[in-house]
């Protein structure tokens, strides 16, 4: 973490983002449900590289974006409109738009115990990456650390769905997100530096995936 930041503003962002923070990420799997029912991820070594590619090339990448962008966009009420309608638009998947703009909302709702006027700056239907973003720039978090800690937050949550789902173990999910660390710097760090002309998305199975979800008969999880 860079040197200089505000300890009362660090303990607020890992409140944010711990999974004790009530926006019910627990859930959601993102598709991920769906791939290990099709057997497109059957161990720990299988959801590791699925993750590093939503990291790098999927869904967490475009929300790594919408992070950095809500993140300067912080003091603009309408530029912060205009990104949460094109973070929605961007949802591949109804499970997918249902998700983020849940998580979102629910973020807002937890997030006026730290009250500051950039809740009132955010749209009532904002994805959850916009909401993070924002609010992390109105408590003056510096983006890469924040957008880091965010993307390590969404991958803990899927690394846990996975153990819930029986793909692999405690320890397993450790050394997951262990392998991922490089992984995360690189695409917060690339992010931060990076505009929305940088969007899009190369992971045609995960889309699949997502989809196919909405019609599973027996699931544990809303995506």
């Given at each position: 973490?860079?040197?200089?930041?505000?300890?009362?503003?660090?303990?607020?962002?890992?409140?944010?983002?711990?999974?004790?923070?009530?926006?019910?990420?627990?859930?959601?799997?993102?598709?991920l449900?769906?791939?290990?029912?099709?057997?497109?991820?059957?161990?720990?070594?299988?959801?590791?590289?699925?993750?590093?590619?939503?990291?790098?090339?999927?869904?967490?990448?475009?929300?790594?974006?919408?992070?950095?962008?809500?993140?300067?966009?912080?003091?603009?009420?309408?530029?912060?409109?205009?990104?949460?309608?094109?973070?929605?638009?961007?949802?591949?998947?109804?499970?997918?738009?249902?998700?983020?703009?849940?998580?979102?909302r629910?973020?807002?709702?937890?997030?006026?115990?730290?009250?500051?006027p950039?809740?009132?700056?955010?749209?009532?239907?904002?994805?959850?990456?916009?909401?993070?973003?924002?609010?992390?720039?109105?408590?003056?978090?510096?983006?890469?650390?924040?957008?880091?800690?965010?993307?390590?937050?969404?991958?803990?949550?899927?690394?846990?769905?996975?153990?819930?789902?029986?793909?692999?173990?405690?320890?397993?999910?450790?050394?997951?997100?262990?392998?991922?660390e490089?992984?995360?710097?690189?695409?917060?760090?690339c992010?931060?530096?990076?505009?929305?002309?940088?969007?899009?998305?190369?992971?045609?199975?995960a889309?699949?995936?997502?989809?196919?979800?909405?019609?599973?008969?027996?699931?544990?999880?809303?995506?």
């Amino acid at each position: 973490m860079a040197e200089g930041i505000d300890t009362r503003a660090l303990l607020r962002l890992m409140a944010w983002l711990s999974p004790a923070f009530p926006v019910g990420g627990f859930a959601w799997s993102g598709g991920l449900e769906r791939a290990v029912a099709d057997r497109m991820v059957r161990d720990a070594g299988g959801l590791s590289a699925w993750l590093g590619t939503l990291l790098s090339h999927g869904s967490l990448w475009n929300d790594a974006l919408l992070f950095a962008e809500a993140w300067r966009r912080v003091d603009d009420e309408a530029g912060l409109a205009e990104l949460a309608e094109l973070g929605l638009a961007l949802a591949g998947s109804g499970e997918r738009h249902a998700e983020t703009l849940s998580l979102g909302r629910a973020f807002v709702t937890a997030a006026s115990a730290w009250p500051d006027p950039v809740l009132a700056r955010l749209p009532q239907d904002v994805p959850y990456p916009v909401a993070a973003g924002a609010v992390a720039a109105a408590h003056r978090l510096p983006v890469v650390e924040s957008l880091a800690a965010y993307l390590h937050a969404a991958l803990s949550q899927s690394v846990s769905a996975g153990i819930r789902l029986g793909v692999c173990g405690q320890a397993e999910g450790v050394a997951i997100l262990a392998g991922l660390e490089e992984g995360i710097a690189a695409v917060s760090a690339c992010a931060a530096a990076s505009t929305l002309d940088d969007l899009g998305a190369a992971t045609v199975h995960a889309d699949i995936a997502s989809l196919r979800h909405e019609t599973q008969h027996s699931r544990l999880f809303r995506s």
